[in-house]
Nanobody, 115 residues
Framework: QVQVAESGGGLVQPGGSLRLSCAAS?????????MGWYRQAPGKQRELIAT???????SYIQRVAGRFAISRDYANNTVYLHMNRLKPEDTAVYFC????????WGQGTQVTVSS
């Protein structure tokens, strides 16, 4: 059973926008553990870039704050990552997962920012 499934990545020019989607199982989506978006750039460690609690409180790392927005769709058990003013350094594979407890690492979704 797939617990989380990411989609929405692609190739975008610098300054462009993308919206990533994370379809989660109901048990994960309704857990009190915050959901997070992670990314792993080539040759770098995976990093947590944005989180959202069940109530909708959000947090971001400084490098994406003001450009990215994480949100929840309670009707569809989906977590989104709205990415604006993308930069080449945002190029990475993006994943979503709970920020604590069991995690489910699949293939993620590739985001490439390049002209």
């Amino acid at each position: 059973q797939v617990q989380v499934a990411e989609s929405g990545g692609g190739l975008v020019q610098p300054g462009g926008s993308l919206r990533l989607s994370c379809a989660a199982s109901r048990s994960i989506f309704t857990s009190t553990t915050p959901m997070g978006w992670y990314r792993q750039a080539p040759g770098k460690q995976r990093e947590l870039i944005a989180t959202i609690t069940l109530a909708g409180t959000t947090s971001y790392i400084q490098r994406v704050a003001g450009r990215f927005a994480i949100s929840r769709d309670y009707a569809n058990n989906t977590v989104y990552l709205h990415m604006n003013r993308l930069k080449p350094e945002d190029t990475a594979v993006y994943f979503c997962n709970p920020t604590d407890g069991p995690q489910y690492w699949g293939q993620g979704t590739q985001v490439t920012v390049s002209s």
